[in-house]
């Protein structure tokens, strides 16, 4: 018998239609947290989520009109593939566009959604709101990947 490549085998992140590219996202929730950059281009993460970033659910709370409600939000297209590096190294898409595979956690793979936080992979419950921050340089953080 012989089994039928899934799509993210078969084509790139260019050839990829707009749901099978949402459907790469793996729900981790770490493009939603800021970022902090030194002068060397170094990225460090932080605790620290956007407002509007649901922390149980590791999701936006108004995903369609996030441009609108928060104008910095990165909306991810194919075209930014060639710069992609502050993702995190887990982030489906930045795995794809190194030639990599995608993780038995990341629900494409294991057909559960709720695979990622079983895994401690995303960043469920251990965010705080970017609104209670006084300091970010405070809420650096090594996450696993
Ligand atoms: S880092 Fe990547 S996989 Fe994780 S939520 Fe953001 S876009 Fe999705
Ligand atoms: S607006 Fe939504 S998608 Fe954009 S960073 Fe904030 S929570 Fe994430």
Not at 50 to 72: A, I, M, Q, T
Request: charged share 30%; aromatic share 8%.
């Amino acid at each position: 018998m012989t089994r039928k490549k899934p799509f993210w085998e078969t084509k790139s992140l260019h050839e990829m239609s707009q749901p099978e590219w949402e459907s790469l996202c793996d729900g981790c929730g770490k493009c939603c947290l800021n970022k902090l950059i030194n002068d060397d281009g170094d990225i460090f993460f932080t605790d620290a989520a956007c407002w509007l970033f649901d922390r149980h659910e590791c999701r936006c709370l108004d995903y369609g009109n996030r441009k609108s409600k928060v104008p910095d939000c990165v909306v991810l297209k194919p075209r930014d593939i060639s710069s992609l590096h502050w993702l995190p190294a887990s982030c489906a898409y930045r795995v794809l566009s190194e030639g990599g595979k995608l993780a038995d956690w990341h629900p494409l793979i294991s057909g559960d959604p709720q695979s990622i936080h079983r895994a401690g992979i995303s960043v469920r419950d251990r965010t705080i709101s970017e609104n209670d921050v006084l300091d970010l340089d405070d809420r650096i953080i090594d996450w696993i990947e």
